[in-house]
């Protein structure tokens, strides 16, 4: 006999109308709950066990209305459950403990009203909602205002009373000024001279409307609030509350913040769950590489459907311009091999000793063990963005205190994932001999600070398990050999095999690089996490846009040094670090640039970048040549009208402090859809005949500053001729003015008080319950049974008020 069978023979039989309760709310559960209180009543009667069942049964959920929730993630956390109820005390608080569990995975998993487990298309439906929701709240709130302006202008609302303050610093002396206006004021009983008209007594003032800031204020405020419904971080105060509102209301900037926060709770409920370890999914879930590898797969459609077009005609679309660059992970490690090797020369000359570091996260930002992949106890649910911020904050403080000590590192800086997804970090880093042991010491001190208890085994002996440091020995290898691994294994695992040596192509935890590393780039895009980063450096921006001066591009670069005359200088400076840099010499170039540890600012070249300017209809840009002045209404500005700076080339300075710059970015691209799906429909028009691009008499898409209207000349004649006049509305009536704080903020208190007036109050009752008479109109119109028909094509009846027809 089962335990629900049995306890129907404890108690009344409301007594067992109640425990029924219990049991049909958690019915995965019941067996066990009927047992415990079969045990508790069987010992202390009934009434202690329906006191147990009600204490236990209080905090309990049912897992499977979880687990049916998230269908992909169903199989997962039944396991998980079923792990936390057999490694408890008893199976009582291991399924309290499961149940707890399973409400923070609910919790964490619905972001809003949205299913982090559902699939991308529901998720771009869901932003599109989101962004049309905070148009919606702004819409709604500039009706209003537009319905007070429209009333304070039609004189049913009274103005504010603006008096003046009265003069005196005591209230006696305001009260004398008060008494003196009264008394130099006119009598309004008294009838008015002949002759003076009557409304010259009265004072006018003239009735402030409001602004729509005062509705892209409190749309803000609505919008933000539901961004952090939602566990979005809302965008930065710093920025100007129209491009808050912008970033908003924009459903690309919902799509971007929701996948980021889905992709991070999955992956961190399944490193809960136990499924990223080494016996499972290593390094990243099955789910997360999934998604991830259609994530590319989207965006290389993408790049396959644009293609730009320069001055000179070349087409590329932009999947084969990624493939030239450093989107390309074998020309990402060519680079990155390159510059440690030619680093390692350098410092071989400057006669500098090198050291590697390997730093680890204190256990409780492990999941599970190392050596058996078992739940780790110390496990505080830090998710792997929180351990790399623990690792930063480590370095932060290391790198002040040597900065402050006088000792100077350079080199490279790896991050890599543990087996159950924590970071570590290998530092590869150079130093002068009499430096290397105090560097040492300062970041052993740092790495052992927190938990030091950990660092110890069994028998006493301290271990290197946080902070592990070796000296590299120019007779074993190389220092390219020691992260030459670690670098192949973060981007794509090819092009790594030692001759000679056995298991080099596997990982320490038996994998394939080519295996590892597509996983390993998952987790770090979830994440969030920089995998490579160089210290003591020179700029590598300056490198690339150098190499971009190939031999190719000489006459152009001589005939950019012979329009604007640089000093003789400065044109060495260039000279030697372009021979360096086309050369692949990146150990010339450091010693170029200043040497190791070199100040930005003391380095003689510089990137160049300036403002983006849009482009006008006859193509003359913004910037004029001949004046040197900028049209600032012509600044090309982003989808949330920030500012967009675009690079051009490089400033190169001399010793004595003279500057020019260099134009590299000798190409302007235009990126559109390719011509096949332009052609074919897709994206853009036919270019001629019936669907011919629009035209229209005015630029729609210019500033009110610079509009203008343009007249087509009869005939067929060129864009050339075309001509153009100014447009004759004034820019102050087209550009709504930014009134100041102080006037939005008494806007605002001035709307809210119009807002909890009777007046508005009734309205808004009045317009409610014009809603519900016309919602109930609708149902029992939808309720009315239709008229019978004789048949298809049958019409109308004679019930139905239309007269009949032959």
């Not at 066990?32 to 009434?47: E, K, S």
């Not at 998230?70 to 199989?75: C, Q, V």
């Not at 010491?441 to 290197?464: C, F, I, M, Q």
Request: with cysteine; hydrophobic share 35%; proline share 7%.
């Amino acid at each position: 006999m089962s335990a629900i069978e049995t306890s129907h023979t404890f108690g009344t039989p409301e007594c067992r109308q109640w425990r029924q309760g219990f049991f049909e709310r958690l019915p995965s559960l019941a067996e066990a709950l009927a047992a415990g209180f079969v045990a508790v009543a069987t010992r202390h009667g009934n009434a202690a066990g329906n006191r147990w069942l009600a204490r236990r049964a209080a905090g309990l959920i049912e897992p499977e209305r979880v687990c049916r929730r998230f269908p992909p993630l169903a199989a997962d956390l039944r396991r998980a459950f079923a792990e936390l109820r057999r490694q408890a005390e008893t199976p009582l608080d291991g399924i309290a403990a499961g149940c707890a569990w399973l409400e923070t995975v609910e919790r964490r998993l619905t972001l809003g009203a949205f299913n982090a487990s559902h699939d991308d298309d529901a998720l771009i439906d869901y932003a599109r909602a989101q962004a049309r929701g905070v148009e919606d709240v702004r819409h709604q709130l500039v009706a209003n205002i537009a319905n007070h302006n429209r009333r304070q202008r039609l004189g049913l609302l009274p103005p504010p009373r603006r008096l003046p303050r009265l003069p005196g610093s005591s209230l006696s002396a305001q009260a004398r000024a008060r008494a003196g206006l009264i008394a130099r004021g006119p009598n309004p009983l008294t009838p008015p001279r002949p002759g003076v008209p009557a409304l010259s007594l009265f004072t006018w003032q003239r009735a402030p409307l409001m602004t729509l800031a005062v509705a892209d204020n409190l749309a803000l405020e609505r919008a933000r609030t539901r961004a952090r419904h939602h566990g979005i971080a809302p965008p930065s105060l710093r920025l100007k509350p129209a491009a808050q509102l912008a970033r908003l209301s924009c459903e690309r900037w919902w799509r971007r913040q929701l996948r980021r926060l889905a992709g991070r709770r999955l992956e961190q409920v399944l490193r809960e769950a136990r499924r990223v370890h080494k016996r499972a999914g290593i390094y990243c879930s099955e789910l997360t590489l999934t998604r991830r590898r259609a994530q590319k797969v989207r965006n290389r459609a993408l790049l396959e459907t644009l293609e730009a077009i320069n001055q000179a005609g070349q087409t590329y679309t932009l999947a084969e311009l990624a493939e030239l660059g450093l989107a390309n992970p074998d020309h990402r490690r060519a680079e990155l091999m390159l510059r440690i090797r030619d680093t390692e020369v350098e410092a071989r000359r400057l006669g500098h000793v090198g050291l590697f570091f390997t730093l680890t996260a204190p256990s409780r930002f492990h999941p599970v063990l190392a050596a058996s992949a078992q739940r780790n106890p110390k496990y505080d649910g830090s998710t792997p963005r929180e351990a790399q911020q623990h690792l930063q904050a480590l370095w932060a403080k290391a790198r002040a205190s040597l900065a402050r000590e006088g000792l100077g590192i350079y080199g490279i800086r790896v991050v890599e994932p543990h087996h159950d997804g924590t970071p570590h970090w290998h530092l590869l880093v150079w130093t002068k001999p009499e430096h290397a042991a105090a560097v040492t010491a300062t970041l052993r001190g740092y790495a052992e600070a927190e938990s030091p208890e950990e660092l110890y085994d069994r028998v006493g002996n301290k271990t290197d398990a946080r902070f592990k440091a070796e000296t590299i020995d120019p007779a074993r290898g190389t220092a390219a050999g020691y992260v030459a691994k670690y670098i192949s294994k973060n981007l794509n695992g090819e092009q790594f095999a030692r001759a000679g040596v056995e298991g080099d192509h596997l990982d320490r935890y038996g994998q394939a690089l080519t295996d590892a590393a597509p996983r390993i780039e998952a987790w770090a895009a979830t994440w969030g996490i920089r995998q490579f980063q160089f210290l003591g450096l020179p700029s590598v921006t300056v490198w690339r846009e150098v190499r971009r001066l190939t031999e190719r591009q000489a006459d152009a670069l001589d005939q950019w040094e012979a329009a604007t005359r640089p000093r003789p200088s400065i044109a060495r400076v260039l000279r030697r670090v372009r021979a360096a840099a086309l050369a692949g010499q990146w150990d010339r170039y450091l010693r170029l640039m200043g040497g190791p540890n070199a100040p930005r600012k003391c380095q003689p070249i510089k990137p160049w970048s300036i403002p983006a300017f849009r482009r006008s209809q006859t193509g003359e840009d913004a910037f004029s040549h001949a004046s040197g002045e900028v049209d600032p209404g012509r600044i090309e500005r982003g989808r949330y009208g920030d500012e967009i700076r675009v690079p051009k080339g490089l400033v190169v300075s001399d010793r004595r402090g003279h500057t020019a710059e260099y134009l590299t970015r000798l190409y302007r691209w235009e990126v559109r859809p390719k011509r096949g799906l332009a052609m074919g429909g897709v994206g853009g028009f036919s270019g001629g005949g019936a669907a011919a691009d629009p035209w229209t008499c005015v630029t729609n898409c210019t500033d009110p500053a610079s509009h203008k209207t343009t007249t087509r000349p009869s005939g067929t004649a060129p864009a050339s001729q075309t001509n153009t006049r100014p447009s004759p509305v004034p820019r102050h009536l087209l550009t709504p003015r930014e009134p100041s704080p102080e006037a939005l903020a008494e806007q605002l208190s001035r709307y809210h008080e119009w807002r909890a007036s009777e007046a508005a109050r009734a309205e808004v009752e009045n317009a409610d319950h014009e809603q519900r008479l016309i919602r109930a109109l609708a149902r029992r119109h939808t309720s009315r049974p239709p008229a019978p028909t004789a048949g298809r094509f049958a019409g109308p009846s004679a019930g139905d008020g239309v007269p009949a027809t032959r």
